[in-house]
C-alpha cells in the first residue's frame, strides 16, 4: 500500500508539473511578439547563399551563430545585430565559407547582392532613430 501512494504522488507530482510547462510554453508563445521576416529581397539573396547551411536543417555550428528559420523569433535588435554581421562577414568574403565558394560558386553574392544587404541592415539600423 505505501509503494502504491508513493507512486500515485510521483504520477500526480510530474503530472501537475507537465500541466505547468505546458502552461508555461503556451503562454510564452501567446505574449511573444513575432518581429519581421526579411524582406523578399533580403531571402531572395539568403535563400541561395546562406540558407544552405544557416537553417534547422544546416549544420549545428552554423545555425548556431545564425538561424534564419528562427529569423521572426529573434528581436528586432538581434535582427539588427545580425543583419550587420552578414553585411560584415560578406563583405570581408568570410561566408560563404571558401569550401562552399570553391564547389559551388553559384552561391557566392555578387557585389550587388552584398549592397543590398548592406543598404538592408543600415535601414535596420536606422529605423532605432
Known sequence: MKKATVSSILVLIFFV???FLLNYSVTGQETSK???ALPDNINTIVT???MPCHTS???LLSRGKLNFTEWTQYSPEKQKEKAEKIYSV???GIMPPKS???TRPEIVPTK???DTIKKWAESLKADDK
Open 17 to 19: 508539473l507537465g500541466l
Open 34 to 36: 513575432v518581429s519581421p
Open 90 to 92: 560578406l563583405k570581408k
Open 112 to 114: 550587388e547582392q552584398t
Open 48 to 50: 541561395v547563399s546562406c
Open 100 to 102: 562552399a565558394r570553391e
Open 57 to 59: 536543417k544546416g549544420g
